[in-house]
């Protein structure tokens, strides 16, 4: 397979070509996990694959329980739908629970302190929630960084998730208040198979080391999945598995500004397919990935917004083909 045809299959399953979706909540779901760490990065996210929306749109479908924002995966927060969260977390929970420990030990946090504070999170949250973080710290005593790790904790044992917004700030909400217990039991095995499903809806066609780095497990476990949902596959070159049924995908993607943390940028191992090596250290450094413009799926260029005009800081001479992008990128800012 070319990689003008994987950037361009890619692109498809990400949204970012052929047929949009209509809402943010259907582009989450189809995402199963779309990155959330910087909410106002996730909103130019799912802007870049729902035409016309809004910020008010991705606050309105937060308010309104339409999709979540929890930590799952690599330990990163992300926008995940209600019918996704328990299952999701159950699986790539226990992956954390060693990293967060560390964290916690790191931070001076006792596992007895961690655990009263968990405690004391989960009765606040079900007497007096939704609350946003400061009011949290009142009943921990935990702040900084702390505090976050405790969260973390927290989300990953499936006591909340961050749900309404209060104001500009994004309160925390007991998770079984907000979107219902967990069911009974969670089968590993069929959790599996829908991760790696879904996977490939979003980010095919991958590798088995694609599946393992994105969802942050265990190489073991992304091939138990897709052998799980193997007569659902099509083989390519290279390792490289796909649903056999999938969205078409035009010769070439449009041009489009990809925020920070974009799942564009995270969602793959190996990033060869989408930026030059010698460039890479541009998008993908001292812990920051993006903000990116992709021409036909392939990195060209950084973009920034100050003052809310689109600055593009092209790698190879000046680019053209974003003009339309930038405005609507621009409009969309400028309605926060």
């Not at 942050?216 to 056999?244: S, W």
């Amino acid at each position: 397979m070319t990689p003008a045809r994987l950037r361009a299959l890619r692109c498809a399953a990400q949204l970012l070509a052929g047929e949009p979706v209509k809402s943010a909540e259907r582009a989450v779901r189809h995402h199963l996990a779309l990155q959330a760490q910087d909410l106002r990065a996730a909103q130019l996210a799912l802007r870049a694959r729902v035409p016309g929306l809004t910020p008010q749109d991705v606050d309105r479908a937060l308010n309104e329980r339409a999709f979540v924002v929890t930590w799952v995966n690599r330990g990163t927060l992300h926008f995940v739908c209600p019918e996704d969260v328990h299952w999701l977390v159950a699986l790539t929970g226990p992956t954390q629970a060693a990293a967060v420990a560390r964290r916690l030990a790191l931070d001076g946090i006792e596992p007895a302190r961690a655990e009263r504070a968990i405690k004391a999170i989960s009765r606040a949250l079900a007497d007096e929630g939704p609350l946003t973080r400061a009011d949290l710290v009142k009943r921990t005593g935990i702040d900084g960084q702390p505090f976050i790790h405790v969260a973390f904790a927290a989300a990953f044992r499936g006591v909340m998730v961050r749900g309404p917004l209060a104001g500009r700030q994004h309160a925390y909400v007991r998770t079984e208040d907000w979107i219902g217990p967990p069911p009974r039991h969670i089968d590993r095995d069929a959790s599996l198979a829908e991760l790696a499903r879904r996977y490939l809806a979003a980010f095919g066609p991958a590798t088995e080391a694609d599946l393992a780095y994105w969802s942050g497990l265990a190489k073991r476990d992304a091939r138990a999945g897709l052998q799980a949902i193997a007569g659902e596959l099509t083989q390519h070159d290279c390792g490289l598995v796909d649903l056999r049924k999938r969205r078409e995908a035009p010769d070439r993607a449009p041009s489009k500004l990809l925020p920070l943390w974009d799942n564009y940028l995270l969602g793959w191992k190996d990033r060869s397919f989408q930026i030059d090596p010698q460039h890479t250290l541009t998008i993908y450094a001292n812990g920051m990935i993006g903000p990116a413009a992709s021409r036909g799926g392939m990195l060209v260029g950084r973009w920034t917004a100050p003052n809310g005009r689109v600055v593009i800081e092209p790698f190879d001479g000046p680019v053209t083909g974003f003009a339309a992008e930038a405005n609507a990128v621009e409009r969309f800012i400028a309605r926060r």
